[in-house]
């Protein structure tokens, strides 16, 4: 199985902020990474695919770079929206993996 | 747009099987090409991939779940099920249904808590 390892668990951090949120595959996972936004109560919400591309209607203040084993989700200027649990997840085989989670709180 | 809802038990108890069952709405699991998933979260959590299948029927499912899920899907009613056998308070959690595409799940279902309890 891949293990996925994101860091930090936790963030805090105001509006207008820059958040970035590393996520590590154990092996490589090419381009195949998911990066979901969870908010309490709710399903997750897919934001990225295929490492850096948005899903249709996700701000564009969302981005994902990486391939490999080594991916990041950047946030530019935090807004009051964005505080949730963010999770990683390869596609690249099964079974499906995520990681942790990092949780954006207000600072 | 496609919309995905999960029904069920809210309490099963243990040893017991869990069923769920997710209905799709907007899409047709007999001509869609994507697989289709289930996935848990345990109380305060992250989140855990249990199953992904096709609407053949075929699937490739979670290593530490594998000897206890089965999967099914019903094309007439548009709609696909999980049965988790002998479950334990472990088991408790939100589950949640999904479209797998492209390895990623871009529709998921509200979830539905179901809690393992005597």
């Known amino acids: 199985d891949v293990q996925m390892t994101q860091s930090p668990a936790s963030v805090s951090a105001s509006v207008g902020d820059r958040v970035t949120i590393t996520c590590r595959a154990s092996q490589g996972v090419s381009s195949w990474l998911a990066w979901y936004q969870q908010k309490p109560g709710k399903a997750p919400r897919l934001l990225i695919y295929?490492?850096?591309t948005l899903q249709s209607g996700v701000p564009s203040r969302f981005s994902g770079s990486g391939f490999g084993t080594d991916f990041t989700l950047t946030i530019n200027s935090l807004q009051p929206d964005d505080f949730a649990t963010y999770y990683c997840?390869?596609?690249?085989?099964?079974?499906?993996?995520f990681g942790g989670g990092t949780k954006v709180e207000i600072k | 747009h496609l919309q995905l809802q999960e029904s069920g038990p809210a309490l099963v108890k243990p040893s017991e099987t869990l069923s769920l069952t997710c209905g799709v709405f907007?899409?047709?699991?007999?001509?869609?090409?994507?697989?289709w998933a289930w996935v848990r979260q345990s109380p305060g959590k992250g989140l855990e991939w249990i199953v992904s299948m096709y609407s053949s029927g075929s699937a490739h499912y979670s290593p530490s779940l594998k000897s206890r899920v089965s999967v099914s899907v019903d094309t007439s009613k548009n709609q696909f099920s999980l049965r988790l056998s002998t479950v334990t308070a472990t088991d408790t959690g939100i589950y949640y249904c999904a479209r797998n595409e492209v390895g990623a799940l871009d529709y998921w279902g509200q979830g539905i808590l179901v809690t393992v309890s005597s």
């Open positions: 295929a490492a850096s």
């Open positions: 907007n899409d047709s699991l007999s001509s869609s090409s994507s697989y």
């Open positions: 997840q390869q596609a690249n085989s099964f079974p499906l993996t």
